[in-house]
């Protein structure tokens, strides 16, 4: 295809898709995608819809989570033989927690053309609409499914300036909301940007506190898909007690993943973090003396 620039080479052309209204497709992404001979697709029954007026159906190549690494060699092979292909995930911008960075990075690596068709995306739309700085960003993605694993993830991004966007299932934002008020603070500002540009949008504003009693008390914020949108800290960073933090990760962690974890956060190179780990593990009953290449 010749749409960029009149370029002949095969291009794998990275589009975007509506994350709710169908009405937002450019008219750029739907004229590219009722022409182009090849699609990979997230899920071809979702993306079927977008081409409803084509007279004649793309082949179709389904890549997922679970099926990119398989069908990667089939896709180059497809660019190869002188065939554009369109990388579209479910909703929104593809590689946005969503599956296709192996297949964008080996198209680089094999010399091929890769191009963006941008459009929507709904980290974006809600930090567009969320009230909260956007100068700065930090994108998270799904925060771990599990409470636990969770507010240690949190107490990592306590301390970020950023504004923090996240993903989340709103059936999970009431429990999401409460790990966020136990490690960040009830008065954190915060935005729920649910069902974004859908019929039941809702974008609600508030304290973390606030936010959890009105999605607690109304069943509906527990259906569809939410972006969470936290302001960052405005306190500087807690300067890190580095004997006190090798303690603990001597007791939790392996020696040379306790160094490192504690190099990274302390700002020790990695002799200083190694050495002052040893130092603590010695002092544990039973500890045994081993090598920094353990």
Known sequence: MSEAGGQSRATLWVVATPIGHLGDLSGRAR????????????DTRISRRLLAQRPTAPR???????????VLDEVLGVLQSGLDVALVSDAGTPLVSDPGYRLVSAAHAAGLRVSPIPGPCAAIAALSTS???SDRFWFEGFLPARSAARRRRLQALAAMPASIICYVPARDLVE??????????????????RELTKHHETIQRGRLAELHVFCRDDPEQGRGESVLVVAGSERPPAAIDA???????????????AARVLSK???LSRKQAWDLVERHRAD???????????
Do not use: M
Request: hydrophobic share 45%; glycine share 6%.
């Open 243 to 257: 004997a006190a933090l090798a303690a603990e990760l001597a007791l939790e962690l392996p020696p040379s993943r």
């Open 131 to 133: 009230g909260l700085p």
């Open 31 to 42: 004229e590219l995608l009722e022409t182009v001979p090849v699609i990979a697709a997230e």
């Open 284 to 294: 544990k009953p039973g500890a045994a003396i081993v090598t920094s290449d353990d």
């Open 265 to 267: 956060l302390s700002g």
């Open 176 to 193: 999401v909301l409460d790990d966020c008020i136990t490690v960040l603070g009830a008065d954190r500002p915060a935005t729920i940007a």
């Open 60 to 70: 179709w190549i389904r890549l997922n989570e679970h099926s990119e690494d398989r």
